[in-house]
């Protein structure tokens, strides 16, 4: 076993023995837990050695150009209990956010909401609940969370939109906001084919649910649909605006 971030996703410490993660061992994380799923930690390697694929530096510029921007709403509810809402936002207006001296994003900005993120009626679709308290580490979930996803074969990454269903988060929460996060869940492999493009001929994006490098869902057959994906993130605080498409868009 390796060791990685993430989260357990089914419940389960996968030995390579079990069908239901067709046959794909489990990790560890830093911390020692046993049964973290992040098998796209797997694949990463592959996909970073494609000459045109940098997927860190992909997802830095299109975060500093303002393509990728997840929004997190905390609402304090009486009773101590906390609700979370996922939004991906905009620029008002569009074009690229605001940077600090470090070219990370400046704290205190107005986005606006996607629809991306809402549904028909203008709802929020990814909103999730728990008690927390102040200055805790927190597990929240599960969510279906909509995620632009930077396609790396482009001079300029232009994000894909793929879904991390079942998606939990876990974070440190206190007065000041959200802080070392992270988030787990699955990504379709047929998502992931779409979204990670300039793949080489005979790569597993070629085929990718027959590739066997999915542990998650599996069919009928026995052949997983999906892959354990985990993303590391920090945050700063910020204003949410109108929906986007109430501005024109």
């Not at 560890?28 to 390697?45: E, K």
């Not at 921007?69 to 569009?94: D, N």
């Amino acid at each position: 076993m390796g060791i990685t971030p993430g989260l357990d996703l089914d419940g389960q410490v996968s030995d390579g023995s079990d069908a239901a993660s067709c046959h794909m061992l489990d990790f560890v994380s830093a911390d020692g837990t046993p049964g973290i799923d992040n098998q796209f930690a797997t694949i990463l390697p592959v996909v970073e050695a494609i000459p045109s694929v940098d997927l860190a530096a992909d997802f830095r510029d299109a975060i500093a150009s303002g393509e990728i921007l997840l929004l997190i709403e905390v609402e304090t509810r009486s009773g101590g209990e906390v609700a979370l809402s996922f939004f991906t936002g905009r620029v008002p207006g569009g074009g690229a956010p605001l940077l600090d001296g470090d070219d990370l994003l400046a704290a205190n900005q107005i986005f606006d909401l996607t629809p991306l993120s809402l549904g028909t009626t203008g709802d929020r679709v990814a909103s999730t609940s728990f008690a927390c308290a102040v200055l805790a580490t927190v597990l929240a979930g599960a969510v279906d969370l909509p995620l632009p996803w930077p396609a790396s074969d482009a001079p300029t990454p232009t994000p894909e939109p793929a879904t991390i269903r079942g998606a939990s988060l876990r974070f440190d929460a206190s007065a000041d906001g959200l802080t070392h996060g992270l988030i787990a869940g699955r990504l379709g492999l047929q998502d992931l084919a779409r979204a990670i493009t300039g793949m080489p001929s005979g790569s597993f994006i070629d085929d990718p649910t027959s590739s066997g490098v999915g542990d998650l869902d599996p069919d009928a057959f026995g052949v997983c649909q999906s892959i354990s994906v985990a993303l590391i993130f920090d945050a700063i605080p910020a204003i949410a605006g109108a929906p986007a498409r109430e501005r024109g868009r």
